[in-house]
C-alpha cells in the first residue's frame, strides 16, 4: 500500500456502528402535519390501535386546516404529541406578536389565523395590528388550547429510539440538546451520524420517501404540498413506513 494511500486509511473516520432498532416497545410515529385535518382523519381511521402513537410536530401552517388538527390532537390524549418549530413561532407570536408576528406569518401563520377565524392579516401587516391579530387568535383558540400546546414534550425516549421534531446535535448526549436544536434542527444532524448508537426520528426535512439510515429515521414527506403523511411503525428490529 502507497504511503499516501496508507495515511488516508488512518485518517478517514470509520462509519458509526448502529444497534438493531430496539424500543422498549414498539410504536407509531407520524410525519409534520401541517394543517392537512383529511389526511389525519385517514391516518387515524386506518390506523390499527396495537401501538401507541407519537406525533412529531408542526401541526398548523401553510396547509388550510390547523385548527382542526390541533382541536383534534387535544382531544385525543392517548397520542403523544411533540413541539415543533411552527408551534413555537405561533407561541412567540402570541407572547410578542409585533417582534415576533412577521417570521411566523411569512412561514405559514396566515393559514392557520384564518383557520382560526383571524383575517384581514397580510405579510405585510405590522404595529399595533399584530397585535390586535395575536388577542383575536388567543380567544379563538381558548386557554386551555394555548395551554396544552406550551406543555407540548421536546422528545419522546424508549430503547434506543429518541422521538424528536427536527434532529439534534450529534456530538452532544440526548439528555443535553437545547430547545432550539430539538424544534429547529442542527447543521451537522443529516451530515455526522451519532457515535453513541442511538437512533434519532424527527421530522421537519422534507424527504422524498421515508427512511431509516445511519440512525436517522425521517417521517416528514411534506404532506401539506404532497398529499402524503406518512407513518412509521418501529418495533425492534424493524421500521417499516405507510404513506396516505
Excluded at 28 to 48: E, K, S, T, W
Excluded at 75 to 87: K, Q, Y
Excluded at 133 to 152: V, Y
Excluded at 223 to 238: C, D, F, K, N
Aim: aromatic residues 6%; negative net charge; proline residues 7%.
Amino acid at each position: 500500500m502507497k504511503l499516501k494511500t496508507l495515511l488516508s486509511a488512518f485518517r478517514t473516520p470509520k462509519p458509526a456502528a448502529f444497534d438493531p432498532i430496539a424500543p422498549e416497545s414498539g410504536f407509531y410515529a407520524m410525519g409534520d402535519i401541517h394543517g392537512r385535518l383529511d389526511l389525519l382523519d385517514r391516518v387515524l381511521r386506518g390506523l390499527p390501535d396495537d401501538l401507541p402513537l407519537i406525533c412529531v410536530g408542526d401541526y398548523i401552517d401553510r396547509g388550510d386546516d390547523g385548527a382542526g388538527v390541533l382541536r383534534r390532537l387535544q382531544a385525543s390524549p392517548d397520542i403523544t404529541c411533540l413541539r415543533g418549530n411552527h408551534e413555537d413561532m405561533l407561541l412567540a407570536f402570541l407572547d410578542a406578536p409585533q417582534d415576533k408576528g412577521p417570521r411566523w406569518i411569512r412561514n405559514g401563520g396566515l393559514q392557520t389565523l384564518a383557520s382560526f377565524g383571524v383575517t384581514g392579516v397580510t405579510q405585510t401587516t405590522a404595529g399595533i395590528d399584530l397585535k390586535i391579530a395575536a388577542d383575536a387568535l388567543r380567544r379563538a383558540m381558548g386557554s386551555e388550547l394555548i395551554d396544552w400546546m406550551r406543555l407540548l414534550p421536546l422528545m419522546h425516549e424508549t430503547g434506543n429510539v429518541t422521538v424528536v421534531h427536527a434532529g439534534a446535535d450529534p456530538a452532544k448526549p440526548l439528555d443535553q440538546q437545547a430547545h432550539r436544536t430539538l424544534t429547529w434542527g442542527h447543521p451537522d444532524f443529516l451530515t455526522t451520524p451519532r457515535r453513541d448508537g442511538q437512533w434519532v426520528l424527527h421530522g421537519h426535512t422534507i424527504v422524498d420517501a421515508p427512511s431509516a439510515d445511519q440512525g436517522r429515521i425521517a417521517v416528514d414527506t411534506g404532506a401539506y404540498a404532497t398529499g402524503r403523511l406518512t407513518v412509521a411503525r418501529v418495533i425492534p428490529g424493524e421500521v417499516s413506513f405507510e404513506s396516505t
